[in-house]
């Protein structure tokens, strides 16, 4: 089977639109290829517009999927159902999807597909701290459980699938960086006030909480020019703002930042900080490593994989004192460290992270897929 005659169904939600775009765009001039894109009718991340611009754009098939109502709903079964015969009317010989996780869905792709076609792209393995649903957690095992073909993020989250789900086809291919477009903001000057980035949903077991104490004690204890900049939202905000005691430490933007000002965003600040209490992979980590943004992150496998400490980044011990000192250091740091850091930074990224390599990973996949019997 050449490869342009691979007919490849890919299934996203607009949660992940952002990585799959560079995937999508390469996907397309190698394998005959249908998107179907799935937004909210309500509070979606992208428009039909953002949909038909990049698809126009790229030259993409797509079908577009609106979904309405909550999960449990009954229109979300009429949704699945659609959407399960749009996806069957295309007669694919590889179903790419990032969206199995709702009952109707699951039990009628069950009676519906093929599983052998079927490649599952799992971006949790684990769920985060102080997550609790017993119905989606009803609805993973049960995937796991039909399903043969899983994508995996990381190598971390691949040897933990791996050791509770054995006997399956597991494939890993990282996610593709975040490119958002360019900036014309210079760099600023850190011996001036040292900058530092909270970016992302504002949930519980991100540890935001921990990195809002950290910066109250580096202020009592004398450290001045420093600057935490807080951009994103979510339920767990209302009880770190209550942290918060010195104003003039933060830059807050407490809301959702669209995707045309992260480039100047990341640009504006020397390091992002990810003091996450647990971790399956991170979207502001690849976005940092698109800008050439040195991390301070907490010491997790998922973490460790990507950041090698003291030369592409920093790990911290997750504690509040072992935060303070990787902070302290990062403060203190001369010009030509920094410059060290973020040469070391580049030269990973091209070597880790080329999208070309990326695809030949997909090409791998798609292609084992399709010869398992």
Not at 152 to 163: A, G, P, R, V, Y
Not at 169 to 185: E, H, Q, V
Not at 272 to 281: A, E, F, G, K, N
């Amino acid at each position: 089977m050449n490869k342009e005659d691979i007919k490849v169904a890919y299934i996203s939600p607009d949660c992940f639109f952002d990585v799959d775009f560079p995937i999508l765009t390469q996907l397309n001039t190698k394998y005959d290829l249908t998107w179907f894109p799935i937004i909210g009718d309500t509070n979606s991340r992208y428009s039909k517009d953002d949909v038909n611009h990049f698809t126009n754009k790229n030259n993409i098939k797509f079908n577009l999927q609106i979904r309405k109502g909550r999960r449990r709903d009954l229109k979300q079964l009429i949704f699945s159902y659609k959407l399960l015969c749009d996806i069957k009317k295309n007669k694919p010989d590889i179903i790419y999807t990032e969206y199995l996780n709702d009952i109707y869905l699951i039990i009628l792709a069950i009676l519906m597909l093929p599983r052998n076609k079927i490649i599952y792209a799992i971006h949790d393995v684990s769920n985060h701290t102080n997550f609790s649903s017993t119905a989606l957690n009803f609805v993973k095992r049960l995937t796991c459980a039909y399903l043969k073909n899983f994508h995996l993020f990381s190598n971390t989250q691949k040897d933990i699938f791996e050791s509770n789900h054995r006997n399956k086809n597991c494939f890993y291919a990282p996610l593709a960086l975040k490119d958002f477009g360019k900036s014309d903001i210079k760099i600023p000057d850190k011996n001036s006030t040292c900058k530092f980035l909270f970016f992302g949903g504002i949930t519980e077991y991100k540890g935001l909480d921990i990195l809002i104490n950290a910066f109250e004690e580096l202020y009592k204890e004398g450290y001045k020019n420093i600057l935490l900049t807080i951009a994103g939202n979510g339920k767990h905000w209302e009880t770190c703002k209550k942290l918060i005691k010195t104003n003039n430490l933060y830059q807050l933007k407490i809301e959702f930042i669209p995707d045309n000002l992260i480039p100047d965003l990341y640009n504006s600040n020397h390091f992002l900080v990810l003091p996450y209490r647990d971790v399956t992979q991170s979207g502001p980590l690849m976005i940092a490593f698109n800008y050439n943004l040195p991390t301070i992150a907490a010491d997790h496998p998922g973490f460790r994989e990507y950041i090698n400490n003291n030369e592409t980044g920093f790990l911290f011990y997750n504690d509040l004192h072992s935060l303070k000192e990787v902070l302290y250091e990062c403060y203190s740091m001369d010009e030509i460290t920094y410059n060290r850091l973020k040469y070391n930074l580049e030269r990973y990224v091209e070597t880790s992270f080329n999208i070309q390599t990326i695809i030949r990973r997909y090409d791998d996949m798609f292609h084992k897929v399709i010869n398992i019997k």
